[in-house]
């Protein structure tokens, strides 16, 4: 081999970076986790070592007991670890689901506090940002969670910046908001281990199309939902779901959108089928029952926070709309991922 030959394979040899070790992914999992969040937090993690070639990433299943853990959906996985010592490269994922409050067990809130101490970035996937707010983790943070846990979380962690995003990354804290969302996370930080190409390919093998950023909400806007594409509709049931707490007349409503109250009467039963006034009832209702279920809020507390001046006129409605009490409700286990909203129907993610 000539002295420049030599030279050249020296500088190739010295400029490739040697191989690196897997990034290692701990997902914690709580009982009755729900399957469609943690596939979308692993799989990206599995597709990225295809689509590279060779092992970037590893992972492991660690949960309380050390042996199994039983998903929403009934299936069971088994477990890699119990609460052991991470390393301090790791990053953890918190899995939560259903029934939340009832799975975040003081073991494992001081595992979280002690792995915490290490510096590894630690997300909430689902519900698992409640399971971090509990920890304290999340103090001073930006964070999210579904959308049905929002109003439940909001009262019992006013020290968390609550957003509606579909995920949020605030420094090494992550939080996602069910569903799908998990997958959009990964995907960022896969854009940011191995680059926006790498993420790009691993979307494709997964036939998904439309990449959200933290920039995007996790609820479909107003018009999709309620299946009208009216603005003034729109602009109402918005000013509702802004005032729940202190409602407003339909008078008011009316004169903010710029028509009378007869105008807006007629919208409602038109495109709804029920007046202004019964939907608002039916919006303050359904948030009365996500703080019954979601937080250990008095009944006279839940009755003032959805905007109803006594116990006993809140009891009335709840009992004429959901066909039980607000005390019946809360003594009842609804699960941290259902709920009914304004036009009836019991909703599982």
């Known amino acids: 081999m000539s002295i420049t030959a030599r030279a050249d394979a020296q500088r190739k ?3 490739t970076p040697a191989p690196t070790a897997p990034r290692r992914f701990v997902f914690l999992l709580l009982d009755r986790f729900t399957m469609i969040n943690f596939a979308g937090a692993i799989e990206p993690l599995r597709l990225t070592n295809h689509v590279l ?3 970037v990433y590893e992972w492991k299943l660690c949960g309380e007991g050390g042996s199994e853990k039983t ?3 009934g299936a069971v996985l088994r477990l890699d670890m119990g609460l052991d010592e991470l390393d301090r490269d790791d990053c953890l994922m918190v899995c939560g689901g259903v029934d939340i409050q009832k799975h975040t067990t003081k073991p494992v809130l001081a595992w979280l506090r002690r ?5 590894i970035p630690i997300g909430g996937l689902c519900t698992g940002a409640h399971v971090l707010a509990k920890a304290g983790l999340l103090d001073g943070k930006k964070a999210t969670i579904h959308w049905e846990n929002q109003d439940g979380f909001a009262e019992e962690f006013g020290e968390v910046n609550l957003t509606k995003s579909v995920f949020v990354m605030d420094g090494n804290r992550w939080s996602t908001a069910g569903g799908i969302s998990s997958l959009d996370l990964m995907l960022r930080i896969i854009a940011s281990d191995h680059g926006e190409e790498v993420a790009n390919s691993v979307a494709d093998q997964m036939i998904y199309s439309t990449i959200r950023t ?3 909400t996790q609820r479909l806007s107003i018009p999709t939902r309620i299946g009208v594409r009216h603005p003034k509709l729109s602009q109402v049931i918005q000013l509702m779901e802004g005032n729940i707490e202190d409602p407003m007349s339909p008078a008011d409503l009316a004169d903010e959108v710029g028509m ?3 105008q807006l009467e007629r919208l409602f039963r038109r495109y709804l089928n029920r007046s202004p006034k019964r939907y608002y009832m039916e919006l303050r209702l359904q948030k009365a029952r996500n703080l019954l279920m979601q937080t250990d809020m008095s009944v006279i507390n839940v009755a003032l926070a959805c905007g109803f001046a006594s116990p006993s006129h809140f009891s009335k ?6 066909n039980t009490t607000p005390y019946r409700e809360r003594g009842a286990q609804g699960g941290g991922l259902g709920g009914s909203g ?3 129907g019991r909703l599982s993610i």
């Open 342 to 344: 304004p036009m009836g």
């Open 214 to 216: 933290d920039q995007d």
């Open 53 to 55: 070639g060779h092992a």
């Open 13 to 15: 040899a010295t400029s």
């Open 260 to 262: 009378s109250t007869r």
């Open 115 to 119: 792995e915490s101490r290490r510096g």
């Open 317 to 322: 409605c709840y009992r004429s709309h959901y």
């Open 71 to 73: 998903c929403s959906n």
